[in-house]
């Protein structure tokens, strides 16, 4: 069965400085692996995700992740948050069935401080 | 990415009545839609699959006649709470399931049900 874990409920960084949200990922087959960002009151957006093409994703808005399978780790990064950053981010891990469920992390809280 | 959009984004009811929420998929064909529900500060379980043409696919514990799912086109998919209660209050996300291999979904803004 595959499974995720986000380490940290909550991460708290200046602006200006790198983030760096864990996720570790169980899965008895190549998986698919996403992050997905949520701001207050707003719908899920999509940063990034992993489909066995290279195993440093970018996406949106300066954030990458690095697909690790020796470490079963899927680690989302930013250089430098902002402001704007402040947000729930969920890791998620797609189900290889033919159901084409997604696994859900339980969310890491971003706080960016001025 | 598709384009999905949830109608209403807000609703306050009363208990015991029943609530209908639309997702629609505005520039893609989906066979295949997902329905989520998420608490204050949680993350998001999966309700059921909804397949097009076919009854839903419910997950363990989630009541079928109470959360009623109908998917009668390809661009339409609706939840309807029964007999609404303010346990059933929670935010409410449809999501359109992709045929890639990677199992991408798209995902609507999501509706926020109060029930009084």
Redesign the interface.
Known sequence: AQSVTQLDSHVSVSEGTPVLLRCNYSSSYSP?L?W?VQHPN???Q?LL?Y?SAATLVKGINGFEAEFKKSETSFHLTKPSAHMSDAAEY?CVV??VSH????I????T?LAVNP | ?AVVSQHPSRVICKSGTSVKIECRSLDFQAT?M?WYRQFP????M?MA?SNEGSKA?YEQGVEKDKFLINHASLTLSTLTVTSAHPEDSSFY?CSV?TTS??????????TRLTVL
């Open positions: 698919s996403f997905y707003k719908g899920l999509l995700k489909t969920f797609s189900e159901n084409r469920k997604l859900w992390g339980l969310g809280s | 990415g295949t997902f500060k949680q993350s998001l999966l699959t696919t996300i399931g291999s990677y199992n991408e979904q798209f995902f609507g803004p999501g």
